[in-house]
């Protein structure tokens, strides 16, 4: 528990450079593990700005996969030029239904996440997918 090898994250990084993807086990290294991903590959892309907001925001989403979902999460992230610079990040699990956004109280330990995203983020939101779904989030990229 808490660890995962190498050969339990599945990536993808296209030819262009504008795309990079994981598929990870629905284990609690996961939520690690991605952020390290999402830091990497965008220190790579020379978008430094944006991947400690977008690591913490991949932490969020992530975690709630795991505490609500099975199966493996993906995320990826897709940079954009046209017609602005934007960074798309997703976080998709088999669970269909949508996450909702609760008031968190002072003594609450969770239910933050959602709105961090909400605050944190250009737009974001959700959408249906073959067998689950899909949260995303855009940051601007100076």
């Not at 983020?121 to 689950?132: D, E, F, L, V």
Request: no cysteine; aromatic share 4%; net charge neutral.
């Amino acid at each position: 528990m808490g660890g995962l090898a190498a050969w339990d994250v599945i990536g993808l990084i296209d030819a262009e450079g504008d795309r990079a993807e994981w598929t990870f086990p629905a284990d609690p290294g996961a939520v690690r593990t991605a952020r390290s991903a999402v830091r990497g590959q965008l220190r790579g892309w020379g978008l430094d700005s944006v991947a400690d907001i977008a690591a913490l925001l991949v932490s969020e989403l992530v975690t709630n996969a795991l505490r609500h979902a099975t199966g493996p999460i993906g995320v990826r992230l897709v940079r954009t030029a046209v017609p602005e610079r934007v960074l798309l990040v997703e976080v998709s699990d088999p669970l269909p239904d949508p996450p909702r956004a609760r008031v968190a109280h002072p003594e609450d330990e969770s239910g933050r996440g959602l709105r961090l995203v909400a605050d944190s983020s250009r737009r974001w939101g959700t959408r249906p997918g073959g067998t689950g779904k899909t949260v995303w989030f855009e940051l601007a990229v100076p």
